[in-house]
């Protein structure tokens, strides 16, 4: 059984860095049976994917915030980063980890409030 823990600051200034760490257990992040995506879901809307890594390290991002994002990993703790640069009040979220198998989205993880205040 795959279990995904999101964790990282709950609040960050405007014009700040966000970073979170999704720790994987269960499961390697080298192996080929999933991707790792982190998702977000601001207030009162919906899902918004926001990237992925794949099992051989490669990224893709959402074109609205590539500029911004990146994502990456560290197998030697097996666990997958989100850094989101320039943050605005709109970044608001809860920002979720996932892994990405055959069937679509088969692991989650509980979700990381994050807000984005001065």
């Known amino acids: 059984q795959v279990q995904l823990s999101e964790s990282g600051p709950g609040l960050v200034k405007p014009s700040q860095a966000l970073s979170l760490i999704c720790t994987v257990s269960?499961?390697?992040?080298?192996?080929?049976?999933?991707?790792w995506s982190w998702i977000c879901q601001p207030p009162e809307k919906g899902l918004e994917w926001v990237g992925v890594?794949?099992?051989?390290?490669?990224?893709y991002y959402n074109p609205s915030l590539k500029s911004r994002t990146s994502i990456s990993r560290d197998t030697s703790k097996n666990h997958v980063t989100l850094e989101l640069n320039s943050v605005t009040p709109e970044d608001t979220a809860v920002y979720y980890c996932?892994?990405?198998?055959?069937?679509?989205?088969?692991?989650w993880g509980q979700g990381a409030q994050v807000t984005v205040s001065s």
């Open positions: 890594i794949s099992d051989d390290g490669k990224s």
């Open positions: 996932a892994a990405h198998g055959e069937s679509g989205y088969e692991y």
């Open positions: 269960g499961g390697d992040i080298t192996a080929s049976q999933y991707a």
